[in-house]
């Protein structure tokens, strides 16, 4: 079964910038959101979301995890 | 019910609705320390990593909910260590369909659905109630809850539309579990309405409907018409407010946590 990747990003106060906190594999949108909130519990996060990998438009490097759409290299 | 008149402690209740809420807070705890021995069965052997570590958090969740719950029942003049560590399996009062193993990953997300999504709707029901130490502690719970609901919608979602065994295997487990966890929902016995009775829960016509506009739909996936499933109160134990079995010894013995006390040192 192939699962998409997703970014997680959280910020643990209001104001803070949102930093990247990690990532995950996930069927879909909702799984994502739950595997994320439940694997990145480390602290009391103000806010956390994921994005698909997918989403990611690379703008300057050709090289590095997000260059490429979807992670592929 | 009236909102307005609440009880700080049970001692000022009357003694049948009194006797109902011991009973249904004890049903909840047992229900929740079952579900989170469940759940910690498929740490390993989930269908992903994250799955697992999901599965593995849910247990914790499950399990702190249940120590929480039992400490409540210091109000009634119970013990809770004795209650979380010196009953037989006989005693245990969860809801039947969590007496026994979850065999494959169906299974785990149709007991997440209906068993999991039960018990919610029943502390909901508490956290409107007249009784002060349930409206205060559950909000919190049921936060935690939301994303246990969350990922089994969204894995039910998926095994809805996914292989043929994979759905016949949900709705099978789906229909085996149902009937008595609709009857463990709206009891329908003299405790269950001297409880509702005093306002401390909803009355079960009230639960039922919550849970059938929660999970009507998403049961139609997979063809089970959730309306017209009868709650099975055959060999119905008034003492505990499920049916008549119980959950197996070497489960209840982990729940216990009797191999963790063995090496306790005095």
């Known amino acids: 079964m192939e699962e998409p990747l997703y970014d997680v990003f959280a910020r643990k106060e209001r104001g803070e ?12 949108d909702e799984m994502a959101r739950v595997y994320a909130w439940k694997t990145y519990d480390e602290e ?4 956390m979301c994921v994005i698909p990998r997918s989403a990611i438009i690379p703008v300057n490097r050709t090289d590095g995890p997000f260059a490429t759409r979807g992670g592929q290299s | 019910m009236n909102a307005e008149t609440t009880f700080k402690s049970v001692q000022d209740m009357d003694p049948d609705a009194r006797e109902g809420l011991r009973r249904a807070i004890l049903s909840l705890a047992d229900g929740k320390r079952m579900m989170g021995i469940h759940y910690s069965d498929w740490l390993l052997g989930a269908p992903s990593i994250e799955t697992g570590i999901a599965a ?6 499950e399990w ?5 719950l039992y400490a409540m029942l210091k109000d009634f003049g119970m013990d809770p260590a004795v209650v979380e560590h010196e009953r037989q399996a006989s005693e245990y009062a969860n809801p039947d369909a969590l007496d026994q193993p979850l065999e494959d990953w169906a299974a785990v997300v149709a007991a997440c659905v209906v068993v999991d999504g039960a018990l919610s709707v029943a502390l909901e029901g508490f956290s409107e109630g007249v009784y002060e130490p349930t409206r205060s502690r559950i909000p919190k719970m049921l936060a935690e809850e939301a994303f246990h609901d969350d990922l089994g919608t969204a894995w039910f979602r998926n095994l809805a539309g996914g292989s043929e065994e994979g759905r016949a295997r ?10 008595s ?12 309405e001297a409880q509702a009775g005093s306002g401390l829960v909803p009355e079960g016509k009230v639960l039922h409907e919550r849970f059938l506009e929660r999970y009507g739909a998403l049961l139609a996936l997979v063809d089970v018409d959730l309306a017209a499933v009868e709650p099975d109160r055959d060999g119905w ?8 079995g119980h959950p197996d010894d070497e489960a209840v013995a982990r729940a216990r946590g009797d191999l963790n006390r063995m090496l306790l040192v005095e």
């Open chain 2, 64 to 68: 702190g909910h249940a120590r929480l």
């Open chain 2, 237 to 244: 134990d008034s003492e505990r407010g499920r049916g008549p």
């Open chain 2, 170 to 179: 949900l709705r099978d487990t789906v229909l085996s579990m149902l009937p």
């Open chain 1, 17 to 28: 910038p949102l930093r990247h906190v990690g990532y995950l594999n996930a069927l879909d």
């Open chain 1, 44 to 47: 009391r996060w103000f806010e």
């Open chain 2, 181 to 192: 966890t609709l009857a463990w929902l709206m009891p329908g016995d003299e405790v269950g």
């Open chain 2, 56 to 61: 593995s958090s849910m247990a914790q969740d």
